[in-house]
């Protein structure tokens, strides 16, 4: 079956420093990704969509200057975090639907991080 | 807007017991409906998935959902629990062509001896 991977797993960081997380498509292309984010013991909340060739749409509240958003290739999005604190510590994951099932997301391994 | 709202934030069972966790949507045009299953550190996998189909779903691992309309419910049910079904369980909707997912808060399921 399709495949989404992320890169880091996990990332410890210090506060105040930036870090890029990557999600790729491993056997098929995505036009679209999404980005998620989870605290602990809570539900996922979708923070934006990643549109390959055009800019990131974001949900309410969440500030895109901070959460920046690069859909680089049919087969990699990547989230990256500026000038981070303790508060933004958390699990962040990505999905992407395969081209033609709409309906059909796959979903990353997720990236811990946690911000000193 | 859509919405999901998971009854019952932990569920425990006995191995071999029925297991059913509940879901409740809210949406103003026809939903896709999913269940997905994330184990602890892990990124989430599809269960089953509801797509105007048949109302009946059948999934992966023994899962099946059952979409009632009248009810606005896809609650979640295996026959037999086994220890590895222990994890947290997410209903979620989508509309419009199901990219856009609205997850609901998760259920515990925790399996006892």
């Known amino acids: 079956g399709a495949v989404v991977s992320q890169h880091p797993s996990w990332v410890i960081c210090k506060s105040g420093t930036s870090v890029k997380i990557e999600c790729r498509s491993l056997?098929?292309?995505?036009?679209?990704m999404f980005w998620y984010r989870q605290f602990p013991k809570q539900s996922l909340m979708l923070m934006a969509t990643?549109?390959?060739?055009?800019?990131?749409?974001?949900e309410q509240g969440v500030e895109k200057d901070k959460f920046l958003i690069n859909h680089a290739s049919l087969t990699l999005s990547t989230l990256t975090v500026t000038s981070a604190h303790p508060e933004d510590s958390s699990f962040y994951i990505c999905?992407?639907?395969?081209?033609?099932?709409?309906?059909?997301?796959?979903f990353g391994p997720g990236t811990r991080l946690l911000v000193l | 807007a859509q919405s999901v709202t998971q009854l019952g934030s932990h569920v425990s069972v006995s191995e071999g017991a029925l297991v059913l966790l509940r879901c409740n949507y809210s949406?103003?045009?026809?939903?896709?409906l999913f269940w997905y299953v994330q184990y602890p550190n892990q990124g989430l996998q599809l269960l089953l998935k509801?797509?105007?189909?048949?109302?009946l779903v059948k999934g992966i691992n023994g899962f099946e959902a059952e979409f009632k309309k009248s009810e606005t419910s896809f609650h979640l049910t295996k026959p037999s629990a086994h220890m590895s079904d222990a994890a947290e369980y997410f209903c979620?909707?989508?509309?419009?062509?199901?990219?856009?997912?609205?997850f609901g808060t998760g259920t515990q399921l925790k399996v006892e001896l």
């Open positions: 979620a909707v989508s509309t419009g062509g199901g990219n856009k997912l609205t």
């Open positions: 949406s103003s045009v026809p939903p896709y």
């Open positions: 056997d098929f292309q995505a036009t679209t």
């Open positions: 990643s549109n390959e060739g055009s800019k990131a749409t974001y």
């Open positions: 509801y797509t105007s189909a048949a109302t």
């Open positions: 999905s992407a639907p395969p081209g033609t099932v709409q309906e059909t997301q796959y």
